[in-house]
Structure formats: C-alpha cells, structure tokens
C-alpha cells in the first residue's frame, strides 16, 4: 500500500499553494488513501491547490473553522499497522512525543501521525513511531513568509514500512527514506 501523508496546508490564510516539485511528485503517484492531519483552514482550497486525491482520513486541526464535519482523532489500520491520526493540539508542548506515546498507547497505536508543529519529524520512541509530515505549503506559524515545505509518503507491505520524507527549501528537493519493521507489538528500524 502507499500512502501519502500531509498537513498544515493553512490554505488560504497562509499560503494558497504547494511546491511544484510536490505537486508533480503527487500527480505522478498512485496512492491507495491520504492521512491528512489538519489544519487546512479551508478543506475546499486545499482541494483545489493540490492534484486530485485518493480516498481520505482527515482530522480537524485548531485553525480548521468551516471543517466541523472531521474528527479530532482517527484510527486506521494499514497492513499489520495501527495507526493514530490527529493534529496534536493538545501536546503540551507541541509535538510532545512523551506525551503522545501515552496516547498511542492507551489506543494500542503502533504509529502516532500529527502535526500541529509546521516541522518534519520521523521518531522512533520506545517501540512506537511518530510521524509528522510537517507543512506541505510551508506555511510559518504566523502571518507571512514560509518555512521549508515538507511531505511523507508510507509505503507498506504486510509487517514492514517504508517512510519517505520529502523536504524542500524552494530550491532544492531532498528525499530521506527510513525502514521500520513490526516485531510482534514493537516496531524497530531495519
């Protein structure tokens, strides 16, 4: 399976649009489902910003106000993968992964995806993993400018998974590959 993982789009208060690399990378790719971890703002303008996608999972984000018709939370299984999927506005601090691994836990996750942070993350911590796609638009935390622009593609056979993280300065387009395999409940880097 493969599946594409993005977020922080903040389209049209932030940005209204995604790199060009990004957009042909998804284009160009056949996807089985999106996990999409909010903060869109306007799920339509994202919609139209982006090609078109495969059949999606979106959480509701804390800048999301015309999306009430999405959960705050998502659970999703993929291949031999439990997956949770949420935004991560109540991480004290953002992107807490302390805090997270007792949520994932308590839902009995092997994967947390979140965002809520605008910065790229793939952790292993404990036996769990943490997945933050960081800002497809790179969108900033404010008003204006952006930040670099990033996106994360899974690709899972059966027990074993395959993160790309894609990361652009505007420039430049970089890929980090990392492969994690699921031993019993306890996912370890291969």
Excluded: C
């Excluded at 999606?56 to 291949?79: C, P």
């Excluded at 933050?132 to 622009?149: E, K, L, V």
Aim: hydrophobic share 40%; no cysteine.
């Amino acid at each position: 399976m493969k599946i594409l993982v993005f977020g922080d789009t903040h389209f049209p208060s932030r940005r209204d649009s995604i790199p060009d690399d990004f957009y042909k990378q998804i284009e160009d790719t056949t996807y089985d489902f999106a996990l999409i971890t909010g903060d869109l703002t306007r799920e339509e303008d994202m919609k139209a910003a982006l090609p078109p996608l495969p059949r999606f999972f979106i959480v509701r984000g804390n800048m999301d106000y015309s999306t009430s018709a999405h959960s705050f939370h998502e659970k999703v299984q993929i291949e031999s993968f439990n997956i949770l999927l949420l935004h991560g506005t109540q991480l004290r601090p953002r992107g807490n992964i302390k805090q997270l691994w007792d949520i994932a836990d308590n839902v009995r996750a092997h994967i947390a995806v979140h965002g809520h942070t605008h910065q790229a993350a793939i952790d292993l911590y404990k036996d769990k993993l943490f997945l933050n796609p960081g800002t497809i638009s790179g969108a900033t935390g404010g008003w204006g400018g952006r930040f670099d622009a990033s996106f994360i593609e899974l690709d899972a056979s059966g027990d074993e998974l395959i993160v790309s993280l894609y990361l652009t300065d505007w420039k430049k387009t970089k890929v980090s590959k990392a492969h994690f395999k699921l031993y019993e409940d306890e996912i370890r880097r291969v």
